[in-house]
């Protein structure tokens, strides 16, 4: 069975970092591209970026450049999201999202997701 | 930049059909998704590549494309077809990944 475990909430402080993690099972991490999307309490879907798990590029939406870090550990089936600055507008919940297709080229859609991690900025 | 726009809400009785849109400039020669999120659930695919239903998906989720709008059709609605309805696509450049703003579809 396909799944995407991501770790648990987190309080942090203005001006701090987090970094969250996801760790798939029942498939070949690196065989997939992963996305993470963001949803701020009420609101709609934000995308992040995506990761390819194989090369380990990333490519980061306009608005988080320079405060985001995709990456991976395929020892550990694991890749984790750093976000940096944090502001209380980056209070969401954060999910993981496995591409739909694997191998070299991503879809860039979205067919597994995480259970999200909710993170708070306070 | 480049938006996808959704109704903010749609509201239909039981057992009829609802139609949920999403217009953007791209959309011609883009691919578009649609996820279901109920409540405290995570978004699940439901329409991929403008018309193709996932397996495991209700035949009365339907997608249809023209010009610059794509929609989503639920034909018979559900009680349990209440959730919120997002669509997705991507850039014109093929490298960033949209989401509409969602459309909140009420059955009554």
């Known amino acids: 069975q396909v799944q995407l475990l991501q770790s648990g909430a987190e309080v942090k402080e203005p001006g701090a970092s987090v970094k969250v993690s996801c760790q798939a099972s029942g498939y070949t991490l690196s065989d997939y591209h992963m996305h993470w999307v963001r949803q701020a309490p009420g609101q709609g879907l934000q995308w992040m970026g995506i990761l390819n798990v194989s090369s380990g590029f990333s490519t980061y939406a306009q608005i988080f450049e320079g405060r985001i870090t995709m990456t991976r550990d395929t020892s550990t089936n694991t890749v984790y999201m750093t976000l940096s600055s944090l502001t209380s507008e980056d209070t969401a919940v954060y999910f993981c999202a496995r591409d739909t297709i694997g191998g070299e080229l991503a879809e860039r859609a979205f067919d597994i997701w995480g259970q999200g991690t909710m993170i708070t900025v306070a | 930049s480049y938006d996808l726009t959704q109704p903010p809400s749609v509201s239909v009785s039981p057992g009829q059909t609802a139609r949920i849109t999403c217009s953007g400039d791209?959309?011609?020669?883009?691919?578009a998704y649609w996820y279901q999120q109920k409540l405290g659930q995570v978004p699940l695919m439901v329409i991929s590549?403008?018309?193709q239903r996932p397996s495991g998906i209700p035949e009365r989720f339907s997608g249809s494309s023209s010009g610059t709008t794509v929609t989503l059709t639920i034909t018979g609605v559900q009680a349990e077809d209440e959730a919120d309805y997002y669509c997705q696509s991507i850039d014109r450049n093929g490298d960033y990944v949209l989401f509409g703003g969602g459309t909140k579809l009420t059955v009554l």
């Open positions: 791209a959309l011609p020669k883009k691919y």
């Open positions: 590549k403008d018309t």
